[in-house]
């Protein structure tokens, strides 16, 4: 009798190609991705599974390149900060600190400590913002919908403070190549307290929500394992390095911007598994918190920008009664400024690791060359490492733990 | 740090700049893995001086965790298909580096394991970021230009 189906699996050529020897059962390759709601973002794996247990997998990324590291050969200095908002739409801040932390030290220019301090208070924002994101999809993809409208709720509150500070909700550009893009605005002290003073207690909120919930431990726990080893060889970096219990946060080893006075702690979990990586990440949010409040009550006064004006573009009332100012006006916004030759790497600590910008410079008013080392491309390559054997149910546990953005992996 | 390998050592803003042989820079890796501790390796990039000659600067940024220090490593290549091996062996987080500049700059990791394009498609014709390739591409060509 005929068996059903058999002739519609004669004809498909793929599967008469594989072995069907007990020894090497049947192999079968699945395309997840490029557009996989799990993936957030176009994200293509190729995956090889025996049954439902991944084999190997394989990457392929590129689908989001734009060229921003060519077109910041064409932008000036200061016009650069704009594309360096698009490299990681979770963290702009974060991206706008490293590039100009990077600029700073080739020029070099002193900031003024209420600048440094805002920049710290404004990446906190921004890993706050980050890891509100990835804890809501990341609880969506598991299953936990709730989680994900708790987490959007506070984080629009932190993008109505953007916007409050730079005008913008998520491109903000808010940190410029000699301190801040505006002055911080009127009642900035009330928006953000309002917010710092209630959001300890929207973390309790996610943490009853999640800690003992019963699916979320049984799809969390155990899950994603990858040995230290391979990750820093791999060249993953960020906070799923502290989950396998390395304390290595760039803020604390090699502070910058004025991370040296703030009072807080690296969590570090030893678990390894997408369960740790939770744990590191919602302590971050703690951590985050507290140095917000300690920016908040000890924000220093004075100029919220660099002394510097052929770098800084000079105040408004100054351009209207000074004849320097307006020159010098003149020559910053027509050709830029000139930042001299050499080359510096200048490395912080993003929401998802090590973010560097290695930057070129030949003594012009535009960049000779940019490079971005960005923890989301260092981090994706351990991913065909992390899902080999795993179940492929597993595997969507596994990726939202990495925590990558497409934008950061492509550029 | 001492290599024969080392050309020359550069300090400017904090940063240690190692200006190494390219024939011999898989020794100096894993001599800077093995013996100074610099277990990881944090990027590879590589900068485009046209018209200048040797042309290419390839850059390794180096970490070492145990010593919370960096380092920069840098190969100058000459010629319009420069070539230099493969540093997979020693980390194996190169591979997707050099994938990336062979991508952008043309430059030929020799013994890598899976040298194609990464982030371009996989037909491109040209290295985009070498200086000499136009901000548009060949592709189009516009009326003013």
């Known amino acids: 009798m005929k068996q059903p189906f058999e002739d519609h699996v004669s004809t498909v050529p793929a ?34 599974l025996e049954g439902e247990t991944i084999i190997s997998a394989a990457p392929d990324i590129g689908f989001l390149h734009t060229g921003i590291e060519k077109e910041f050969e064409q932008k000036n200095w200061q016009q650069a900060v704009t594309l360096t908002d698009r490299v990681d739409y979770l963290a702009n801040l974060s991206n706008n600190l490293a590039y100009a932390l990077a600029v700073e030290k080739l020029l070099p220019i002193e900031i003024p400590p209420q600048a440094q301090w805002m920049r710290v208070m404004m990446t906190e924002f921004s890993r706050l913002n980050s890891h509100l994101v990835w804890l809501g999809t990341h609880a969506l993809d598991i299953g936990a919908m709730t989680m994900f409208f708790y987490c959007f709720r506070e984080r629009e509150d932190i993008l109505r403070i953007f916007e409050m500070f730079s005008g913008q909700r998520m491109m903000t550009s808010y940190i410029r190549i000699g301190g801040l893009a505006l002055e911080p605005p009127r009642g900035w002290q009330q928006a953000v307290g309002k917010f710092i003073r209630a959001f300890p207690s929207k973390v309790d909120e996610y943490e009853e929500l999640l800690n003992k919930n019963p699916i979320w431990t049984r799809r969390t726990k155990g899950v994603g394992f990858i040995s230290l080893e391979d990750m820093l060889d791999l060249g993953v970096s960020g906070p799923m390095i502290r989950a396998a219990g390395v304390d290595w946060d760039i803020r604390k080893k090699e502070p910058y911007s004025s991370y040296d006075q ?7 979990e030893t678990s390894n598994d997408v369960w740790g990586r939770y744990r590191v990440r919602l302590q971050e949010m703690r951590e985050s918190a507290k140095i917000i409040t300690q920016a908040l009550e000890g924000m220093p006064g004075g100029p919220w920008k660099a002394d510097a004006p052929h770098v800084v ?41 090590e973010i560097g910008y290695y930057v070129v410079s030949d003594g012009t008013s535009k960049p000779y060359r940019v490079h971005m080392r960005t923890p989301s491309f260092g981090n994706l390559q351990a991913l065909p490492k992390m899902l080999e054997g795993i179940l492929i149910a597993d595997s969507i546990a596994a990726l939202g733990s990495m925590d990558f953005v497409l934008g950061d992996t492509d550029r | 740090m001492n290599h024969p390998a080392i050309v020359e050592s550069k300090e400017a803003f904090g940063e240690t ?9 898989v020794d100096l890796c894993r001599y800077l893995k093995d013996s100074e501790k610099f277990i990881r390796l944090s990027g590879i990039t590589a900068v485009d001086l046209h018209p200048m000659e040797p042309r290419f600067e390839v850059i390794y940024h180096l970490h070492s965790l145990e010593r919370n220090q960096r380092l920069r490593l840098k190969c100058r290549l000459g010629g319009d298909t420069p070539e230099i091996d493969s540093a997979t062996g020693v980390w194996r987080s190169a591979n997707w580096y ?19 394009r990464i982030l371009m498609p996989i037909d491109w014709e040209g290295y985009p970021l070498r200086k000499d390739y136009p901000v548009h591409g060949y592709k189009y060509s516009y009326p003013s230009e």
Not at chain 1, 18 to 44: D, E, F, I, K, Y
Not at chain 2, 17 to 22: E, G, I, S, V
Not at chain 2, 98 to 115: K, Q, Y
Request: glycine share 6%; proline share 10%; net charge neutral.
């Open chain 2, 98 to 116: 050099e994938r990336e500049v062979f991508d952008m700059f043309g430059i030929v990791f020799r013994n890598h394991p899976n040298l194609v």
């Open chain 2, 17 to 25: 700049t190692l200006l190494a042989d390219p024939a011999r820079i």
């Open chain 1, 15 to 48: 599967v008469q190609e594989l072995p069907a020897t007990p020894a090497a059962p049947r192999r079968m390759t699945l395309n997840m991705g490029p557009q996989h709601p799990s993936t957030h973002g176009v994200l293509r794996i190729v995956l090889e």
């Open chain 1, 313 to 353: 573009l000079p105040d408004r009332e100054k351009m209207k009664t000074e004849m320097e100012a307006l020159i010098y006006h003149f020559k910053i916004v027509t050709e830029g400024f000139r930042v001299p030759a050499g080359e510096a790497y200048q490395c912080i600590e993003s929401p998802r690791g």
């Open chain 1, 262 to 268: 703030f009072d807080f702690r690296v969590p570090v």
